[in-house]
């Protein structure tokens, strides 16, 4: 079987160093110093890729559940369900965090860490989507299918990027900071008020005589959504 990395190649892993560039003030002002205690939890005796891999399970749990009460992502789930995937995803993206603070705090940090954390996150990111779609009732349409493709597109072109570039850039509104507090409101979103409400169309409230609302097309707030990341 052929190796991976060539050998030529291996010489390279000691000259890499991880780069990143948060522009997030959600991160900075509000999470940052959330991350930092949280990473203390973890004992130093802990890989930090146990860590990455433990927020990942949390995904697989949600997605169970969602294979049991809604396989069609589609059917109304019972609420404590919703409240479920927004505990899940929320962890997965805490543990995603503070996964490079635990490698740094045991003097673990690798370039194979790195890739073992990008490859967990390029199998959850769909995951999520799935998820969200049951959050919303978007079922199986062409909105998922978007939704899913908007994510990956995001997550592969900014891995390119940093392939490219050396460095990890994250903007003020980024998938692993912004989208997973957008995913846990939406859940808990749910979970509060039932699913229904992401039906609403959004059209339909604008300040426009009937004859010309009649003429337009429906937008639900969940495909404002998907519309929204495809921007």
């Not at 697989?60 to 009460?69: E, F, I, R, T």
């Not at 740094?104 to 199998?123: K, M, Q």
Request: overall charge negative.
């Amino acid at each position: 079987m052929a190796p991976y990395i060539p050998q030529n190649y291996l010489p390279n892993l000691k000259k890499y160093k991880y780069q990143a560039i948060d522009k997030s003030l959600i991160s900075k002002y509000v999470l940052a110093s959330y991350w930092n205690h949280l990473v203390e939890i973890f004992p130093l005796w802990m890989a930090a890729n146990m860590v990455t891999l433990l927020g990942s399970l949390h995904i697989l749990v949600a997605m169970v559940l969602n294979q049991v009460y809604a396989p069609n992502l589609q059917d109304e789930c019972p609420r404590w369900v919703y409240f479920a995937f927004a505990a899940c995803v929320w962890i997965y993206g805490s543990f995603d965090a503070v996964d490079g603070k635990q490698a740094r705090r045991t003097g673990t940090a690798s370039p194979l860490g790195e890739l073992f954390d990008h490859g967990c996150d390029s199998l959850v990111v769909s995951l999520i989507m799935l998820l969200y779609a049951t959050v919303c009732q978007l079922g199986e349409t062409w909105w998922t299918v978007a939704l899913v493709f908007f994510a990956l597109t995001n997550f592969y072109m900014s891995t390119m990027e940093e392939y490219h570039t050396h460095v990890l850039f994250l903007g003020y509104f980024s998938g692993p900071v912004e989208g997973i507090l957008c995913f846990t409101l939406a859940a808990l979103a749910s979970g509060v008020w039932g699913p229904g409400f992401w039906a609403t169309d959004l059209v339909q409230l604008l300040p426009l005589p009937a004859s010309v609302l009649a003429q337009l097309p429906v937008l639900t707030m969940a495909q404002s959504v998907v519309a929204g990341m495809g921007v």
